[in-house]
């Protein structure tokens, strides 16, 4: 299984960055999408999910309406568009494969089985 991702960079605050995921070898047709984010020294928190097959979502309430995810079934790639970034999200952003889309999995890093090696998204003037 392997989940590369792709996008990352430098935004200004206010600006927009979209991370991309592709998703190879994995045999589950129904599975999830999810994203997560970490600082150093702190721990790694969800951003949001998306069940890739039904397209339903679920967002970190700090990113609701500013972040959206989707997915390309087909392609077996999903997306983090990001909008009006502040400089507090500064963060290596990660994409996980896994069972369930929710508030019960969205934020917690144990119940993904694959991840992506992690994109830089730096925020800054």
């Known amino acids: 299984v392997q989940l590369v991702e792709s996008g990352g960079g430098l935004a200004q605050p206010g600006g927009s960055v979209r991370l991309s995921c592709a998703v190879s070898?994995?045999?589950?047709?129904?599975?999830?999408m999810g994203w997560f984010r970490q600082v150093p020294g702190k721990e790694r928190e969800g951003v949001g999910c998306?069940?890739?097959?039904?397209?339903?979502?679920y967002y970190r309430s700090s990113v609701k309406g500013r972040f959206a995810i989707s997915g390309d079934y087909d392609k077996n790639t999903a997306y983090l568009h990001m909008n009006t970034l502040n400089p507090e999200e500064t963060a290596a952003y990660y994409c996980a494969i896994g069972t369930g889309c929710g508030s019960i999995w969205y934020d917690d890093p144990e119940v993904w089985e694959y991840w992506g090696q992690g994109t830089q998204v730096t925020v800054s003037p």
């Open positions: 998306i069940s890739l097959s039904v397209g339903s979502t």
């Open positions: 070898g994995f045999p589950d047709p129904d599975y999830a």
